[in-house]
């Protein structure tokens, strides 16, 4: 065991004790309601980092949601790493679904449970412990950037980037915001599928009408809706709209079983689309209807609906462009409006993909430090389904940094979901990882 591992293992009980104070607070920034919480989580953001060591601390601003920034200067000649993570968190959902409340932080076998824990709280946790373990002096310079919107779209972040580029310039970037491919075995997040949505309204009637006088000739707005969004896949579950981008997977095998047992797929329930798992969870676009508003069935009655309206959802593969692909969606809903339908589409968020070419020193020191954190297990390569829009922008204002992707998470997780926990054994893991990180950044 080396002395920075022995020195983390020494730490996490401090460690696990902030992150369990950080996850009390309900930092729900897409809730107004928690602004105050949110203003609440970044002054105890500053006052940890203040204590872990950093001379130089601020909360800053810029028409959103509190971020926090700290900086540790960097010794002649060495490296400066950016440090990021994120303290505000999704909302809950029925509290009632969870085992434990979701602003109780509870330890039941092996993991830590309740909203934050995982994302992306222990990120910031991971952060504090790398530092500690050098005695609040790393071998790199280090700045801490932990932002307060990511959950909402880090509408406000490009101009915090911009305002404070200077102070946030680096050699390398670590975003401790992904996940690990599996327990057991590290994984560096080298593409992420872009997103973006539109809400699409359907009109048939100016106004409701009787189902029975009518009916069989006039058609209603929720079937033509159906209709509609039926025309967004093949037979086979395929995305049947033109013009889309397609990737290349890494090579890694998904097996069945954990698939299944992952994603929480009823017993029966056939995959949709063609390819292997990874391929299409990775690098293909894919199409969700994320809600209807339509006439609900406690008020329903017979009367055929005037209008309806859905949400879509669409994920771009990684080196896709996000402007046309939702501009290629909104083409193909106005197309195919069934039987002469009124269809308008309002355009909704946009965020790009993202995709590195993980080769280089700081790549290769990022491996090394995972396979000695994880006894020796060699980290692999990951696609993740999901977005995290705000990483290409990284990558644009500080195009000469090494982006290196990291997570706290695993495949059980539920991060967003009920009983969202952390798994404290990896946990240490990450936390050892970052630590030998920082000092072969320095070697490198």
Known sequence: MTDLTSRVHDLMPS???????????PSIWAQPEHHDDVRRS????????????????????????????????APPGAPTVLLYAHHDVQPTGDPAL???????????????????????????????????AHGGNPPVGVTVFVEGEEESGSPSLVALLEQHRDELTADAIIIADSTNWAIGV????????GMVDCVVTVRTLDHAVHSGMW??????????????????????????????????????EYPEDRFRAESSVLPGVEQIGHGSIVQRLWAEPAVSVLGIDATPVATASNT?????????????????????????????????????????????EIGESYAVDADGPAYDAARSSFRDAWDGTDPVDIGVGGSIPFIAEFARIFPEAAVLVTGVED?????????????????????IAEALLLQRLADS
């Open 304 to 348: 055929l609906s005037p209008s309806a309206r859905a949400k879509i959802g669409m994920r771009v593969a990684p080196g896709g462009d996000a402007a046309e692909h939702l501009a290629a969606l909104v083409a193909h809903l106005e197309k195919h409006a069934p039987f002469g339908a009124e269809v308008t589409v309002e355009r909704g």
């Open 411 to 431: 495949p059980d997780t539920r991060a967003h979901g009920i009983d969202e926990g952390l798994h404290l054994g990896e946990f240490t893991k990450v936390c």
């Open 15 to 25: 460690v696990l004790d902030d992150l369990e104070s950080l996850a009390r607070i």
């Open 42 to 73: 970044a002054v105890e953001v500053e006052r940890l980092l203040q204590e872990a060591g950093f001379a130089r601390t601020k909360i800053v601003e810029a028409g959103g949601a509190p971020a926090v920034i700290a900086h540790h200067p």
């Open 98 to 132: 969870w085992t434990s409340p979701p602003f109780v932080p509870t330890r039941r076998g092996d993991r830590l449970y309740g909203r934050g824990t995982a994302d992306d709280k222990a990120g910031l946790a991971a952060h504090l412990a790398a530092f500690r």
């Open 215 to 252: 009916g069989g000739v006039v058609p209603d707005a929720l079937t033509t809706l159906c209709r509609l969004v039926a025309t967004l896949h093949d037979a086979d579950g395929t995305v049947a709209i033109e013009g889309l981008h397609h990737a290349v997977a890494a090579d890694l």
């Open 186 to 193: 590290p994984a560096l997040t080298v593409t992420l599928r």
